[in-house]
């Protein structure tokens, strides 16, 4: 079956840096966009980075360019989420997204459980 496994969430202070990761598996990861998206309590969960398939091509929310750098293994089925600068407004889960085209099933959005990011001091 099709997961998406999340990791690397923490609390750090204003300023800091994390690197989130996301392990894929069931499909051929290497074909799919991949995104991270966050969702901030009480607020609508936004797109926050996009990877083209190879990794070629990426895409940042105005909020995070020049702070955020998504980027992919494919060797290893898995996404990053390179976070420098991080302010507490970029307190939020993180998830990680790709719409499939399998087999059997409906074409559709898949997401990881997320990831919580916590940035204060």
């Known amino acids: 079956q099709v997961q998406l496994v999340e990791s690397g969430g923490d609390l750090v202070q204003p300023g800091g840096s994390l690197r989130l990761s996301c392990a894929a598996s069931?499909?051929?990861?290497?074909?799919?966009?991949m995104r991270w998206y966050r969702q901030a309590p009480g607020k609508v969960r936004e797109l926050v980075a996009t990877v083209s398939a190879s990794g070629g091509s990426t895409n940042y929310a105005d909020s995070v360019r020049g702070r955020f750098t998504i980027s992919r293994d494919n060797a290893k089925n898995t996404v990053y989420l390179q976070m420098n600068s991080l302010k507490p407004e970029d307190t939020a889960i993180y998830y990680c997204n790709t719409y499939l085209i399998l087999r059997g099933s409906p074409p559709s959005n898949y997401w990881g459980q997320g990831t919580l990011v916590t940035v204060s001091s």
């Open positions: 069931g499909f051929t990861f290497s074909i799919y966009s």
